[in-house]
């Protein structure tokens, strides 16, 4: 049993794989978060923070004049609005005498094998009861009579607790929520730092670490997305921690519209967490016997660092969270022709890169933008879900036909929630767009939201998907999402409704995704959002990967690919290989290089093979061949961040290589990569130790690009190579785990022969 009631302390132990979490009902009244912890079999409340009586701290007129219990002073687990605690509440119910103030008295709880979904919303999943154990609490606002039940789905070989709220008007008369976190923790002590996955356009999940300070430090997203700009992702961690040492929290919402985290230190330097749905534009208007369920948020401990709460992360959204048919199976290898054509191409143009493809072995053709409609530009089209015959003439029918006779699998754009005002869509239904009556209608990319909180819009949606996607027998849709909204509203909402909008768009996207993913179990779906905008765990509950970023940069993407490793495993992350210059930056690196950062995820080219040298076709084709043998291991083993390409200091300062180790789960095999983050002339050398091998094995180690490299450099070196630069790469070494992990790697000073290694480890 993973939940523990201990009758004497009025105490809960949730007790993961090997952490406690410790839940304090007070006084039968109020519940109180005494700590998380790793594991501990007994509780004695001398640990509990002192209940001693504050000036300023106020004291609920429950406890009839003592002057020592203020909600102030004591760490709570679900904070009310404005009785006794003035730190950010946890929920702010509005009552019908229109005041705000929210207590919570403790009722009841129950203790349940297994975990409830949430309906309507994604969240991780328990297929059998013994996996995990759920504690609901039920509390009672006395003025409302509302219910607020707080649910803890303990993981039993995870360090993992999933936490959500459910609001249930249980009292006579209409309340509005205002605000509902998922979860909320204080944490005794600030001397923490906090991690958060911060970025742009091009620049998504950049790690940002800040000493927490006293007063509010978050993130959030108000675009109607969970962004490019902030991952709902955040982690306090102990000021020593680094990816192998020290106390790791980690907070991510299962969401993918606005979100709000933040860390509030308090007067007593007591750390409030909070995760959940964005307060702004937030209202929700709850009549009697109705309900609200928040969002799930993911909470992970780790006593051992930032490395192991990623792969705790990893493995709980591998096991839980993706499903279907594609959750563990292998992914193809993809080229798609964007960054090869961008939305000038016709049937001949497709057919010639699918030809080059097939000879290289490549799996997986994508058709991206530009293929419906009349859309030659992003300037129309979007809505319009029909073939563009003028430039398809034979439609995608045939080509369909072309590139599976091709040996390739067949994949389709799709950017279903938006629309153009240049398309028929949007002249046959113009209030179907998100919008407010008498505000002009800001555009995005020559684009508009449509509003999915209307059923009608995600019938058209579904119908049309559907129609497209068996007609011509695609296996792979890219469905992307390329604008923030704004003016959010809806032509069918009443006033009361408006500020409802921007959740139940998510509603009614959700539903359309688990419609059209399961009518379509098959089909392997792959979420975007100008590249990695909704990189989320909500996503990745209907689609099990994501463009990771629209900058194909091979150095670029060391930041952002390791930046998404914090929360979400390598089967999540797609990464392409791209021509040079790099059509983002202009940045020139060997292709090598490039092979090998994309190697670090799901693997595949986004550029035009035919504009290649022989020499480079072979490359890719040894690329392609080296993947196969080493996929599984990438997409489902362990990872290991060796060395990451951002300081902790500052953003702006890189580190002088990167390096990564991805070990498959039974330590047969393991991918090490080194990539040098630029170039530098008689650079140090460099000693890594390797992490997540078996010591007692013994493993073979190769380096498949030292014949290419050799060949290369027959072929294009101005200078001759000597010899000691491939050493001891070409010839294939067998060493201990024991050894690779205590004493390490000798890194060469950065090698003539490009800017990366990768080193294959084979188990003997
Ligand atoms: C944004 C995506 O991130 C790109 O990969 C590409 O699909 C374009 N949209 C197409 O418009």
Same mark, same amino acid.
């Given at each position: 049993?993973?939940?523990?009631?201990?009758?004497?302390?009025?105490?809960?132990?949730?007790?993961?794989?090997?952490?406690?979490?410790?839940?304090?009902?007070?006084?039968?009244?109020?519940?109180?978060?005494?700590?998380?912890?790793?594991?501990?079999?007994?509780?004695?409340?001398?640990?509990?923070?002192?209940?001693?009586?504050?000036?300023?701290?106020?004291?609920?007129?429950?406890?009839?004049?003592?002057?020592?219990?203020?909600?102030?002073?004591?760490?709570?687990?679900?904070?009310?609005?404005?009785?006794?605690?003035?730190?950010?509440?946890?929920?702010?119910?509005?009552?019908?005498?229109?005041?705000?103030?929210?207590?919570?008295?403790?009722?009841?709880?129950?203790?349940?094998?297994?975990?409830?979904?949430?309906?309507?919303?994604?969240?991780?999943?328990?297929?059998?009861?013994?996996?995990?154990?759920?504690?609901?609490?039920?509390?009672?606002?006395?003025?409302?009579?509302?219910?607020?039940?707080?649910?803890?789905?303990?993981?039993?070989?995870?360090?993992?607790?999933?936490?959500?709220?459910?609001?249930?008007?249980?009292?006579?008369?209409?309340?509005?929520?205002?605000?509902?976190?998922?979860?909320?923790?204080?944490?005794?002590?600030?001397?923490?730092?906090?991690?958060?996955?911060?970025?742009?356009?091009?620049?998504?999940?950049?790690?940002?670490?800040?000493?927490?300070?006293?007063?509010?430090?978050?993130?959030?997203?108000?675009?109607?997305?969970?962004?490019?700009?902030?991952?709902?992702?955040?982690?306090?961690?102990?000021?020593?921690?680094?990816?192998?040492?020290?106390?790791?929290?980690?907070?991510?919402?299962?969401?993918?519209?606005?979100?709000?985290?933040?860390?509030?230190?308090?007067?007593?330097?007591?750390?409030?967490?909070?995760?959940?749905?964005?307060?702004?534009?937030?209202?929700?208007?709850?009549?009697?016997?109705?309900?609200?369920?928040?969002?799930?948020?993911?909470?992970?401990?780790?006593?051992?660092?930032?490395?192991?709460?990623?792969?705790?992360?990893?493995?709980?959204?591998?096991?839980?969270?993706?499903?279907?048919?594609?959750?563990?199976?292998?992914?193809?290898?993809?080229?798609?022709?964007?960054?090869?054509?961008?939305?000038?191409?016709?049937?001949?143009?497709?057919?010639?890169?699918?030809?080059?493809?097939? #000879?290289?072995?490549?799996? @997986? /053709?994508?058709?991206?933008?530009? =293929?419906?409609?009349?859309?030659?530009?992003?300037? %129309? $089209? &979007?809505?319009?879900?029909?073939?563009?015959?003028?430039?398809?003439?034979?439609?995608?029918?045939?080509?369909?036909?072309?590139?599976?006779?091709?040996?390739?699998?067949?994949?389709?754009?799709?950017?279903?929630?938006?629309? #153009?005002?240049?398309?028929? @869509? /949007?002249?046959?239904?113009?209030? =179907?767009?998100?919008?407010?009556?008498?505000?002009? %209608? $800001? &555009?995005?990319?020559?684009?508009?939201?449509?509003?999915?909180?209307?059923?009608?819009?995600?019938?058209?949606?579904?119908?049309?998907?559907?129609?497209?996607?068996?007609?011509?027998?695609?296996?792979?849709?890219?469905?992307?999402?390329?604008?923030?909204?704004?003016?959010?509203?809806?032509?069918?909402?009443?006033?009361?409704?408006?500020?409802?909008? %921007?959740?139940?768009?998510?509603?009614?996207?959700?539903?359309?995704?688990?419609?059209?993913?399961?009518?379509?179990?098959?089909?392997?779906?792959?979420?975007?959002?100008?590249?990695?905008?909704?990189?989320?765990?909500?996503?990745?509950?209907?689609?099990?990967?994501?463009?990771?970023?629209?900058?194909?940069?091979?150095?670029?993407?060391?930041?952002?690919?390791?930046?998404?490793?914090?929360?979400?495993?390598?089967?999540?992350?797609?990464?392409?290989?791209?021509?040079?210059?790099?059509?983002?930056?202009?940045?020139?690196?060997?292709?090598?290089?490039?092979?090998?950062?994309?190697?670090?995820?799901?693997?595949?080219?986004?550029?035009?093979?035919?504009?290649?040298?022989?020499?480079?076709?072979?490359?890719?084709?040894?690329?392609?061949?080296?993947?196969?043998?080493?996929?599984?291991?990438?997409?489902?083993?362990?990872?290991?961040?060796?060395?990451?390409?951002?300081?902790?200091?500052?953003?702006?300062?890189?580190?002088?290589?990167?390096?990564?180790?991805?070990?498959?789960?039974?330590?047969?095999?393991?991918?090490?990569?080194?990539?040098?983050?630029?170039?530098?002339?008689?650079?140090?050398?460099?000693?890594?130790?390797?992490?997540?091998?078996?010591?007692?094995?013994?493993?073979?180690?190769?380096?498949?690009?030292?014949?290419?490299?050799?060949?290369?450099?027959?072929?294009?070196?101005?200078?001759?190579?000597?010899?000691?630069?491939?050493?001891?790469?070409?010839?294939?070494?067998?060493?201990?785990?024991?050894?690779?992990?205590?004493?390490?790697?000798?890194?060469?000073?950065?090698?003539?022969?490009?800017?990366?290694?990768?080193?294959?480890?084979?188990?003997?």
């Amino acid at each position: 049993m993973s939940i523990i009631f201990d009758k004497t302390n009025q105490v809960f132990l949730l007790n993961t794989i090997s952490s406690s979490y410790i839940i304090k009902i007070f006084a039968n009244q109020y519940i109180l978060h005494y700590g998380w912890f790793p594991k501990i079999d007994e509780w004695n409340d001398m640990f509990a923070a002192p209940v001693t009586g504050r000036a300023m701290s106020p004291n609920p007129e429950i406890f009839e004049g003592k002057l020592d219990f203020s909600l102030d002073t004591q760490p709570q687990e679900f904070s009310g609005a404005g009785i006794t605690d003035f730190r950010n509440s946890s929920i702010e119910i509005k009552s019908e005498n229109g005041t705000i103030a929210t207590d919570l008295i403790f009722k009841s709880y129950r203790i349940l094998k297994g975990k409830p979904q949430i309906p309507g919303l994604p969240a991780t999943y328990s297929l059998k009861n013994e996996e995990a154990d759920t504690l609901e609490i039920d509390f009672m606002d006395p003025l409302t009579e509302v219910t607020v039940i707080l649910s803890y789905t303990v993981w039993k070989n995870y360090n993992a607790i999933c936490r959500h709220t459910v609001v249930k008007n249980t009292g006579k008369y209409d309340i509005c929520l205002e605000k509902v976190m998922s979860c909320n923790v204080d944490f005794c002590g600030s001397r923490y730092k906090m991690l958060q996955l911060s970025g742009a356009h091009a620049r998504e999940r950049h790690p940002v670490f800040r000493k927490l300070v006293p007063g509010n430090q978050g993130i959030e997203s108000k675009r109607t997305a969970s962004s490019l700009q902030q991952n709902p992702f955040i982690a306090l961690m102990d000021y020593d921690a680094s990816e192998t040492r020290g106390n790791v929290y980690g907070f991510n919402l299962v969401y993918s519209g606005n979100f709000y985290a933040n860390v509030e230190v308090d007067q007593f330097n007591m750390s409030r967490v909070q995760l959940g749905i964005n307060p702004f534009n937030f209202e929700w208007k709850i009549k009697p016997e109705e309900e609200f369920y928040t969002p799930e948020a993911v909470m992970v401990y780790s006593q051992n660092g930032l490395g192991e709460m990623s792969r705790t992360f990893h493995d709980l959204y591998r096991n839980h969270l993706c499903r279907g048919k594609w959750q563990y199976k292998e992914r193809p290898i993809v080229i798609n022709n964007w960054e090869a054509t961008y939305f000038n191409f016709n049937a001949e143009k497709l057919f010639k890169l699918a030809d080059e493809a097939s #000879s290289a072995g490549i799996e @997986l /053709f994508v058709l991206d933008d530009g =293929w419906f409609g009349k859309r030659n530009d992003d300037t %129309s $089209s &979007l809505g319009d879900w029909f073939e563009n015959k003028e430039k398809l003439p034979g439609g995608l029918a045939e080509i369909s036909d072309g590139i599976h006779k091709r040996g390739l699998k067949f994949g389709l754009w799709f950017e279903p929630e938006m629309v #153009s005002p240049d398309s028929n @869509l /949007f002249r046959n239904h113009p209030d =179907w767009c998100l919008h407010i009556e008498g505000r002009s %209608s $800001s &555009l995005s990319r020559h684009q508009l939201m449509l509003d999915l909180s209307r059923n009608e819009v995600v019938d058209y949606l579904y119908e049309r998907l559907y129609s497209i996607i068996t007609e011509n027998k695609i296996d792979y849709v890219k469905w992307d999402f390329n604008r923030s909204g704004t003016e959010v509203g809806s032509g069918t909402a009443t006033a009361a409704e408006q500020m409802k909008v %921007s959740h139940k768009y998510y509603l009614g996207l959700y539903n359309l995704m688990e419609k059209i993913t399961s009518a379509l179990p098959d089909v392997l779906f792959e979420s975007c959002s100008s590249g990695g905008g909704r990189y989320d765990p909500g996503m990745l509950y209907y689609m099990p990967q994501a463009w990771t970023s629209d900058n194909t940069d091979g150095i670029s993407r060391l930041a952002i690919q390791a930046g998404s490793t914090i929360a979400y495993p390598a089967s999540s992350m797609s990464c392409h290989v791209s021509a040079v210059p790099n059509h983002q930056t202009g940045r020139q690196t060997f292709l090598a290089e490039r092979g090998h950062t994309a190697m670090a995820g799901t693997f595949g080219y986004e550029l035009d093979l035919n504009k290649l040298n022989p020499v480079e076709l072979k490359e890719i084709k040894d690329q392609v061949e080296i993947y196969k043998t080493i996929r599984k291991t990438v997409q489902f083993g362990d990872y290991y961040r060796l060395e990451n390409p951002w300081t902790e200091s500052s953003d702006a300062e890189i580190t002088d290589f990167t390096a990564w180790n991805i070990v498959s789960k039974d330590k047969n095999q393991a991918v090490f990569t080194i990539v040098w983050n630029y170039p530098e002339a008689n650079a140090p050398a460099d000693i890594i130790k390797l992490q997540g091998l078996d010591e007692s094995k013994k493993y073979k180690l190769t380096c498949p690009q030292s014949k290419t490299i050799r060949e290369f450099f027959r072929l294009y070196s101005p200078f001759p190579m000597p010899e000691a630069a491939f050493y001891p790469f070409e010839n294939d070494i067998v060493v201990s785990g024991d050894l690779l992990m205590k004493c390490g790697l000798q890194i060469p000073y950065r090698p003539h022969f490009g800017s990366s290694i990768q080193i294959i480890l084979n188990a003997l």
